[in-house]
């Protein structure tokens, strides 16, 4: 149910290699600048969109949706923008607004009404020229975007805003917060994901996702791009994605490592030549072993000791309801205090199964878990995200990653890997610390 989008170069669309990859592997496109200010507006009141619209149509001819990017920004504007301030500068943007998305108008899936708004360390906004029109400026943009476009998704989109623990993160989320409490038209976040040795893939990263979502959006990763493309961090993304019900969506920022802006980085699915590389296969890999969304997503299983009040607490997201999980396998008991942990089959194809294990805490809060069993045939763990693995042969073990040890009362949190062989649900013995 989500989408799988890369960011398209209309100067690219008549490389054949270039659009055969994009065509086969993609139904989302983002244009990577032919959509932005200097790109649209290149003369004030003039709108071109010959990019633009070649981007869109090669977009829709082929099948796919089209998130627009971006609207108001500091950068890449015009020279006529660049040198305007105040009043004037203002109704600019909102003229540039009205402007686009009328063009456009019931077109786009998802428009990055403001991008990257945020200063890199302060937690506050980035000083610019729309910045210094007042601090409202992004609000407006918001509500302009939404007459000029009400079936168009607004999202506002930024780099940098992955870890939750960065000032920049709680900066953003501190705005979406105030802009659904004072109804501020806003319906989902962008995170670019540019993740390098500078801001590297955070393991609170799904944390960050599902902390957004809960305030009432959607979330997209919306220009995804790995410095080295490890698989694992690859599958990762995916995974965090895949676990927090209101993210849309992932686009990676280009087709091919030759296209990314920061090609020397090999950051991107495909190689230079247009071969699938070992991150290829992992995230492809992630996308099957998921519940397909329009079949409700999975709930945590109900150990038979529990009373009422352990049942799980309603998701915060509005998506569809849960599901009883298939062939589930409990502890015997759960310590008060302690914890307890079960085991169910997410998926599973012939030579391969996706598993997931819930955590329980007891009575009172653990800082700590670990979960053992024994297979009783020989099912090998080919991937586990979630927590750390130790055990061999039958004998497996896994126990808590950094961030996601400390469980409150009759709280849970839950881990997943693929494996190869038969699936099984074995009897899980869980130990609180
Ligand atoms: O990939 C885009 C590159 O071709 C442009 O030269 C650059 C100019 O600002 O913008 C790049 O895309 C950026 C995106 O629009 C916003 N987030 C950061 C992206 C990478 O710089």
């Not at 920004?73 to 009043?87: E, F, R, T, V």
């Not at 957004?212 to 993304?237: H, K, M, P, R, W």
């Not at 199964?353 to 819930?358: A, H, K, L, N």
């Amino acid at each position: 149910g989500r989408y799988f989008g890369t960011a398209i170069a209309s100067g690219k669309l008549g490389d054949s290699q270039y659009t055969t990859i994009a065509n086969r592997e993609f139904n989302m496109v983002t244009a990577e600048n032919e959509m932005k200010i200097d790109a649209t507006e290149p003369n004030r009141g003039q709108f071109d969109f010959t990019n633009a619209d070649r981007i869109y149509n090669w977009a829709v001819q082929n099948g796919k949706r089209v998130r627009g990017h971006t609207l108001a920004w500091h950068q890449q504007q015009p020279g006529w923008m660049q040198s305007l301030s105040g009043s004037s500068l203002r109704q600019a943007m909102i003229d540039h607004i009205n402007g686009v998305m009328s063009h456009y108008k019931g077109k786009i899936y998802a428009w990055d009404v403001v991008n990257e708004a945020y200063d890199d360390s302060s937690g506050g906004r980035r000083d610019s020229n729309l910045q210094r029109t007042g601090n409202d400026w992004i609000e407006v943009a918001f509500r302009t975007a939404r007459n000029a476009d009400p079936d168009a998704k607004l999202c506002y989109n930024d780099y940098n805003t992955d870890n939750w623990s960065w000032a920049k993160t709680q900066g953003v989320y501190n705005m979406v917060k105030d802009f659904k409490q004072r109804g501020v038209p806003i319906d989902c976040v962008g995170f670019q994901s540019h993740f390098n040795s500078g801001s590297p893939y955070p393991g609170n990263y799904r944390t960050t996702l599902q902390n957004f979502a809960a305030l009432g959006v959607d979330v997209q990763i919306t220009e995804l791009d790995i410095q080295g493309a490890s698989a694992q961090t690859y599958a990762n993304v995916v995974n965090d994605c895949l676990a927090v019900p209101r993210c849309n969506g992932i686009t990676t920022w280009g087709v091919r490592d030759s296209d990314s802006w920061r090609s020397g980085d090999t950051p991107l699915l495909f190689d230079g030549n247009g071969n699938k590389k070992a991150a290829y296969t992992s995230v492809l890999n992630a996308l099957n072993a998921a519940v397909p969304s329009d079949s409700p997503s999975p709930t945590p299983p109900v150990s038979p000791s529990a009373t009422p009040s352990d049942s799980p607490s309603p998701s915060p997201s509005d998506s569809p309801s849960p599901t009883p999980p298939v062939s589930p396998s409990q502890s015997p008991t759960a310590e008060p205090g302690g914890c307890s942990a079960t085991m169910r089959t997410v998926n599973s194809w012939p030579g391969g199964f996706q598993s997931e294990v819930t955590v329980r805490a007891g009575g009172s809060a653990i800082r700590g878990w670990t979960v053992s069993w024994n297979w009783s045939g020989s099912p090998t763990i080919t991937q586990l995200w979630n927590g750390v693995r130790s055990g061999s042969g039958s004998a497996v073990t896994v126990r808590n990653e950094s961030y996601n040890g400390t469980v409150a009362a009759g709280g849970t949190t839950t881990f997943g890997f693929t494996g190869s062989g038969g699936a099984e649900t074995p009897s899980l013995t869980c130990a609180a610390s």
